[in-house]
């Protein structure tokens, strides 16, 4: 079992609808992970677990530039910066 939990990470109790306790999780990999949640509503008290996955990348972690490359990226003006970024998306497309 997993000690480090992110509490940031919120979830509902799929019976009552109330918020739920994230108590202990596993990291089946990278990418999944299983929640084992608890229902903060006592006359509820359900316990169960959620999985959690990585979905996709919505813009890019800096730590996957070359130092070197991300020094002239923060040289250039916003303008070019977006610029960039958009003609990176669109030839991913």
């Given at each position: 079992?997993?000690?480090?939990?992110?509490m940031?990470?919120?979830?509902?109790?799929?019976?009552?609808?109330?918020?739920?306790?994230?108590?202990?999780?596993?990291?089946?990999?990278?990418?999944?992970?299983v929640?084992?949640?608890?229902?903060?509503?006592?006359?509820?008290?359900?316990?169960?677990?959620?999985?959690?996955?990585?979905?996709?990348?919505?813009?890019?972690?800096?730590?996957?530039?070359?130092?070197?490359?991300?020094?002239?990226?923060?040289?250039?003006?916003?303008?070019?910066?977006?610029?960039?970024?958009?003609?990176?998306?669109?030839?991913?497309?």
């Amino acid at each position: 079992m997993d000690s480090g939990l992110d509490m940031s990470v919120r979830t509902k109790c799929n019976r009552c609808n109330d918020l739920a306790t994230i108590q202990d999780s596993v990291e089946e990999s990278a990418d999944f992970k299983v929640l084992y949640c608890t229902c903060n509503n006592p006359e509820c008290g359900h316990t169960f677990a959620v999985h959690q996955t990585f979905s996709h990348t919505l813009s890019p972690s800096r730590l996957d530039f070359d130092p070197a490359m991300m020094e002239k990226i923060q040289r250039m003006s916003r303008v070019q910066q977006q610029e960039l970024f958009s003609a990176i998306s669109k030839s991913r497309d």
